[in-house]
């Protein structure tokens, strides 16, 4: 060996590219040259006394495999699987253990439940509740908090949702159900939705017709509501989007789709997430340069009041309900 | 403390051991739904109002529609087999 290996990263590299030039020289060379004992020229005799030879090698080698292997394998049907079983439980005791250990120690170490030297009785929560009402105008505090003082988190929150959104369509979207040429994944889909449908079960059509305006009309009360009660967006859409689901399961797919299609639900989802980035953007660019952002927050207690909570409330409800719903109808038939 | 604080907090660890020890799916989810409503109330001991009908709306609610779904799809609910079997 005159010259030097290169180096392992470049013989890597040359491997990952194909180069013959850079792969073990030592190794190559080994087995191109042939060795010297088959260059000489051998006797019948000879010749065949080296192939027996090699012939009983051979089979030597082969039976003391098959023995190892054999004694593996018995071991490993016989004896193996309950060591093995033994192995886990031992291992998942020890550590489920060390997780309940670890969890206990944790809550030991918290402090008192409603102790008043707690580290959450800062001088922000007090900044909260002492000059929300001024600051925000809305009533509710967590209403405040989430879309006026935090509303930086509440933005990557919806970010996450969205997200999440959109990996259901994609793994769960079969196509468009309204299309002239359905595949044959969504006839099977909607053959298979039609043969579990509630066969027009008169007890939850009735139910269905007494509940879901009150359903709805609460979910709605909830979003308006957010700023002077309990409740928001969230919560409301998640009412409003079960009680369209309770509408779908009564009356089916044909009857909600008079009403509530796919297209419809993806503009709401599609304006009420446009305004409310354009919103929350006007209030970060004028918050972030201590200007006056001139929206007027009204009365607090009014239902017009606390500035731009109203609208955000009401863009997520809508998002969130629309979101509920094509989950549902996702889940169920792949599309709507 | 009182009474009914203790009754619902040890029937929500009940909830919580029964969910995951039950054999049929079907059960575990309703069990789990009974687990989100005692939460809700929970929550309103807590006094977070706004949790609580979160709670009552996504996790006894739309969770276990989905649920309910995703065991209907995989056929993990009985009354559909014996159906499917009757139908063939």
Redesign the interface.
Known sequence: MTNKQPSLLKRFLGWMNDDESTLDRELTQRLSTPSEESLRELSPEEFDAREAREEKQREDLYLAEQEQFNRIHNWATHKGVAVLNWVYRGLALLVCSFIILFLLRTAVALPPFGAEDNPYNNEVSQRYIESGIQETGAI?F?AGMILDYRAFDTFGESTVLFVAACSVIMLLKLGDHSAEHPSAAMLEAEFDDRH?EPKNDEVLQLAAKVLVPVILLFGFY?VLNGHLS???G??GG??M??GL?LYLNAFGFEKTSRFFTYKLSRWISYLALMTYAGLKSYSFFTGANHLASGIPLGIPGAILSSGLILPLNVCVGLIVMCT?YT??SL??KGGM | MNLFTVIVLGFLVICAIATSISKNLLVSVVIFMAYSVLMSIVWMFLQSPDLAITEAAVGAGVTSILFFITLKKIHAIRGNEEEDAHDK
Request: hydrophobic share 55%; aromatic share 22%; no cysteine.
């Open positions: 509710n967590v579990h909830i309990p409740g928001g969230f919560s998640a009412v989007g079960a689901m509920m989950f549902y889940f169920r």
